[in-house]
């Protein structure tokens, strides 16, 4: 259903997941841990939290993130309503188990220029795409369909604006992934072993 992917997000790994929230900046006030899907933060006590299972998302990665800004880019956004645990498949054990082997799983996506999967389209396998325009795709992407692997869409290039999280599957429209205009210019995988010990943004001042 759409709803499954419109919705916040922490990080799953070997079948369990672990966040814990904070009500106030850098890590102070009170901490609520939570281990897996929470559909109303404000019932398990957070007082920030709220009922919902749309708008915007915010992708949670292995990390800290100690201010609204270390998560997001495109506004100040520092309520979160719902959370669940991303889909992350891990690659079959190796005999070596090496960084490289756990991230060897195989990531693909193939971004479309219309609803339904039709129009032009960008296909992109195991990469990190930080500007479509770049690549020579300057079309809007209206559905998406996701063969293998995990993925975070972003609105601007540099992975900026709002984030799209994509799991295995098909998404005809984009209103499936929870966007309220077809356009998509980055796109970037979620890797198992990827860790932000700040935050997935940076910002300068």
């Not at 109303?40 to 915010?58: H, R, T």
């Not at 800290?64 to 498949?89: A, C, F, M, Q």
């Amino acid at each position: 259903m759409a709803s499954e992917h419109q919705m916040p997000a922490s990080k799953q790994q070997q079948g369990s997941s672990k966040i814990a929230i904070f009500e106030q900046e850098n890590f102070q006030g009170r901490c609520h841990e939570l281990s897996g899907a929470c559909h109303n933060l404000k019932e398990a006590g957070v007082d920030k939290g709220g009922v919902s299972m749309l708008g915007e998302q915010f992708v949670f990665e292995k990390g800290e993130y100690p201010r609204w800004d270390s998560w997001t880019n495109s506004r100040r956004s520092d309520s979160i309503t719902s959370l669940r645990p991303i889909k992350v498949v891990r690659a079959p054990r190796q005999p070596l188990p090496t960084r490289q082997t756990k991230d060897s799983q195989e990531h693909k996506i193939v971004l479309y220029e219309n609803p339904s999967f039709t129009g032009k389209k960008i296909e992109i396998i195991d990469d990190d795409v930080p500007s479509f325009h770049a690549h020579g795709y300057q079309e809007k992407v209206s559905s998406v369909r996701v063969q293998s692997g995990t993925w975070v869409g972003y609105q601007y290039p540099g992975y900026r604006g709002y984030q799209y999280l994509f799991e295995k599957g098909d998404y005809k429209d984009s209103s499936d992934f929870g966007a309220q205009h077809p356009q998509i210019q980055s796109v970037r995988r979620i890797r198992d072993m990827q860790w932000h010990q700040r935050g997935a943004y940076h910002p300068t001042n």
